[in-house]
């Protein structure tokens, strides 16, 4: 099992006044943050067996959504 974290600056884009980005969030007037994505990589050996008693080896896809904006999203 492996768990990545990201944390640092967020990438920028300039807006003209009134306009609005499809893909990414306004986040002061003139500015939006573009949703994007990280992609990491490792080398699974599918040969290696689980040892009795334990889980099964397994691979699990997590797809990216982007949250809708609103009260319930703390990151308006």
């Known amino acids: 099992e492996a768990e990545v974290k990201l944390t640092g600056i967020l ?3 300039a807006l ?3 306009d609005t980005r499809k893909h990414g969030t306004v986040i002061a007037p003139g500015l939006y943050a573009p949703v994007h ?3 990491f990589v490792a080398r699974l050996d599918m040969a ?3 040892k009795p ?3 099964a ?3 699990a896809e997590v ?3 982007v949250e ?3 009260p319930e999203n703390i990151h308006n």
Do not use: M, R, Y
């Open 63 to 65: 797809d990216v959504k």
């Open 48 to 50: 290696v067996d689980c």
């Open 11 to 13: 990438s920028l884009g």
């Open 68 to 70: 809708e904006t609103g």
């Open 53 to 55: 008693g334990e889980a």
């Open 37 to 39: 994505q990280h992609f």
């Open 16 to 18: 003209q006044p009134g």
């Open 57 to 59: 080896n397994q691979v």
